[in-house]
């Protein structure tokens, strides 16, 4: 075995390493984080970079051939995908009214029609709505 092979051999290892690294402290942040949003926010950075770091130490370990090929295919269908349905989820949370904490202040103000002057006012917000 000739040095530049143990120079792949050993970076391949650390990068698959690191990816298991990222996926594991991903799995320890769902466990952790107290809400919903930060939750996803750690699951999906952790899984982008372990996946790449595990893609990348794969392809070092296969060297140049059709399964290293056939691994970026992989990769770059997950790196679409994964930031794509974390999205996704976080939109269908978003849509449905599941906001963060404190984020009531910049939600868009809702419309009313007078019914007399036909006119369009502004609803007024109560200061302590969301404070509780």
């Known amino acids: 075995m000739s040095a530049l092979d143990m120079i792949v051999e050993v ?7 690191l990816g298991s690294a990222f996926m594991l402290i991903g799995a320890v942040g ?5 809400d919903f ?18 893609t990348l130490g794969m392809c070092m370990q296969g060297g140049f051939t059709l399964v290293t090929v056939k691994l970026i295919i992989i990769g770059i269908f997950l790196f679409i995908t ?3 349905a974390t ?3 976080a939109n269908a949370a978003l849509v449905s009214g599941f ?3 404190g984020a009531d202040a910049f939600r868009k103000p809702k419309l009313i029609v007078d019914k ?6 502004k609803k007024k917000r109560s200061p302590l709505k969301g404070k509780l």
């Open 11 to 17: 970076a391949s290892w650390v990068a698959i390493l």
């Open 30 to 34: 769902t466990l952790r984080f107290p």
């Open 37 to 54: 949003w930060s939750r996803v926010h750690a699951v999906s950075v952790a899984d982008s970079a372990g996946m790449l770091l595990l």
């Open 82 to 84: 994964g930031p794509t």
């Open 87 to 89: 999205h996704a989820v």
């Open 99 to 101: 906001l963060p904490k």
């Open 116 to 121: 007399e002057t036909k006119k369009i006012k």
